[in-house]
């Protein structure tokens, strides 16, 4: 039976609650890179570039690329490798740091802008089409019982 109450759920309670969580988000996960990397020839995105051009997108900035690998959670060789492959794809480009000389700023270009709008307008139409009759506050929700979790995973990882 599911409580669907507005209660608190006390930790006895919520830590196997947002385990089904987690069981959810892997395969979920997993099934949408595979997705990614099975559209990667026609979009000429890895799932590894797609984070970068993603990232990049949504900070708004150039970064460097230790930036880039601390907010992927990814280590830095593999962000570099990515990063060259979008730099061969002309997908972004390398700008001077002026708080670093050694460490570029990787920042996106328009054909990168481009790449990455169109996966995302596939993907928010096909998103769109869910179903289930979700509702805004139910996707709020999500979002910040994930957010949540996230923070508290952060936490246990320091």
Known sequence: MVDNSDRPLPPDELGPRLAEIYAVIGPLY???A?????DSPRSGL???VRA???RLELSGAAEAVPQLARALELSRQFVQRMVNDALEQGFVEMRPNPAHRRSALVALTERGHAAIRSVQAVEHEAMGRVGGDLTAAEVATTLRVLRHMLAAVNEFDV
Do not use: M
């Open 34 to 38: 595979r997705v990614v990397e099975r």
């Open 46 to 48: 890895s799932v590894g």
């Open 30 to 32: 997993r099934r949408v």
């Open 52 to 54: 970068v051009l993603e």
